[in-house]
């Protein structure tokens, strides 16, 4: 029995129209009943930087959305999320970070620096606080952003909020078609990616699927947080780079381990990997502190998001405290 390339064509035709309009309604059924956790930061709202690799756009205000959090961003004239720098305060905070420090998931005035700046402002102490962290930065951009400011912004303090997904990066993000991208693709279908990554539950919830399972297999092999040596050196690297900054500039610098959260945490494989990374920022003359030490020793399940891991309000007010103890530590010794 031969079959026509007409009836074939048209079988084929159905098949794909079949399949589009599942996924449509498994696209419809997740965001009316399981909301996955978008990338969703508003088109426009980074922008490339000749001067840090990318920024906010300066002075732009911008939605980020998650099923647990909607808030607003404000960028500053610098790019920066938060108010403008005081270039003529008596202590200048220059703090380094990335989304933990931005305050992903938090409004305006509710991250650590904002509400450690109402404190000294409350008290008539004159401290300033110059929050540079935002998501996707690592050392690769927090090196730029100490090297542009240390002889303008003149802090007296550097703190960078270091989180371990930082460990090993080799380059920067980017941003194309208007939105920050991991890796910077082919023109025409990089954009649909991005567009699928804000805005389609369905491929959400496979790209979670996927780095779950991957997680749960390096864990079930003894690989659950663990880091190569090399990956260490490689971010020890652009620590000892703003080192030498700070060494020529004078002011104190202090790397802050931040908490780990997420199915890592607690295994073997990290505690062994955060003790290796300790020892390389004491055999360099790099002054760190665990804020894990810092943690409540009882419920600390309130201070993140479940499913995002960052912050919430409660956790950005806790560690406000913590950094707060820490800049007034560190002016007393100044």
Known sequence: MRISWKSLLSSFSLMLLSSVLLLLLFEVAL????????????????????????????????????????????????????????????????????????????????????????????????????????????????????????????????????????????????????????????????????????HSHLYSLVRRFYYIQKTKGEVKRGLGGQYADSDMETTIKYINEMKTIWELNKPAFVVVLLPREGIYEGTAEFRRSKKTFIDMLTKNSVLARDWTLELPPNDRNHLNYKIDHHWNEAGHAYFAKVLTRLIEEMKKDD
């Open 31 to 198: 965001r009316n009943f399981a909301p996955q956790p978008l990338y969703s930061y508003e088109q426009g709202l980074f922008t490339s930087s000749a001067d840090f690799g990318y920024s906010l756009t300066p002075l732009a205000k911008g939605l980020h959305s998650q099923p647990e959090y909607s808030y607003f961003i404000r960028a500053n004239s610098y790019g920066f999320r938060g108010k403008e720098p005081r270039f003529d305060a008596q202590y200048r905070v220059l703090i380094l970070g990335d989304s933990f420090g931005m305050g992903q998931g938090v409004g305006e005035g509710k991250n650590l620096a904002e509400l450690s700046q109402i404190y000294f402002n409350d008290r008539d102490v004159d401290v300033d606080i110059f929050n540079t962290s935002l998501a996707g930065y690592s050392g690769i951009n927090q090196l730029k952003v100490l090297h542009k400011f240390v002889k303008t912004y003149k802090p007296k303090l550097v703190i960078l909020l270091f989180y371990w997904n930082d460990v090993g990066a080799r380059r920067s993000l980017s941003v194309q078609n208007g939105y920050l991208v991991v890796n910077a693709g082919n023109k025409y279908t990089a954009p649909f990616r991005e567009w699928l990554n804000n």
